[in-house]
């Protein structure tokens, strides 16, 4: 069976995907450079019914989940910092950034606001691949819904045809 329009919309809810998936980066203030939201790519390979949307950046892990297991990398943090413009008084970028590292080393990076907190805050900076896929999931079943039976619609008629044909 020829799956064309499902392909097609497979291809579009990848771009809905990627969209919700760097709206939602927005909101929960992880663009300090754009980076990982600019990364983003689907992924299908041909003649499959597979799509993945996939990131170079190793550290999404970190960004989806704080508290997950790793080693921070100094690099990384440092260009962060310079991004950020954060200072404190008699130390350099450099120490604050080798702080912010040990500091991550021992107790991972905190999953609940790790901004100021003030009264009425509700802002949530954790799972943004989930909330994405919570935020989307119906949107993406309506768009695969719609390939899907336009293209079983296309073989049911198709198979009608074969079986009505008279032959002479």
């Known amino acids: 069976m020829k799956w064309r329009n499902t392909y ?6 990848g771009d809905i995907l ?9 909101v929960q203030k992880h663009n300090a450079t754009n980076a990982l939201s600019r990364s983003f790519k689907k992924d299908r390979k041909q003649k499959s019914l597979t799509l993945n949307v996939i990131t170079n950046k190793k550290y999404w892990k970190i960004v989806n989940n704080g508290k ?3 080693k921070p990398n100094l ?3 440092y260009k962060w910092v310079m991004v950020k413009g954060i200072k404190a008084a008699g130390l350099g970028q450099m ?14 990076i905190p999953s609940k606001p790790y901004v100021v907190w003030t009264e009425g805050n509700k802002l949530e900076r954790t799972n943004f691949a989930g909330v994405t896929k919570e935020k ?3 949107e993406v079943a309506k768009q695969l819904t719609g390939g899907v039976v ?3 619609v ?15």
């Open 154 to 168: 296309k073989m049911v008629r198709s198979e009608i045809r074969k079986n009505t044909t008279v032959k002479q």
């Open 95 to 108: 120490a604050i950034a080798k702080r912010i590292a040990r500091r991550i080393q021992k107790k991972g």
């Open 18 to 26: 990627i969209k919700g998936l760097q709206d939602t980066l927005r």
């Open 68 to 70: 997950a297991a790793f």
């Open 136 to 138: 989307k999931k119906i």
């Open 150 to 152: 336009a293209d079983v």
């Open 75 to 77: 690099a990384e943090i």
């Open 8 to 13: 097609r919309k497979l291809n579009a809810v």
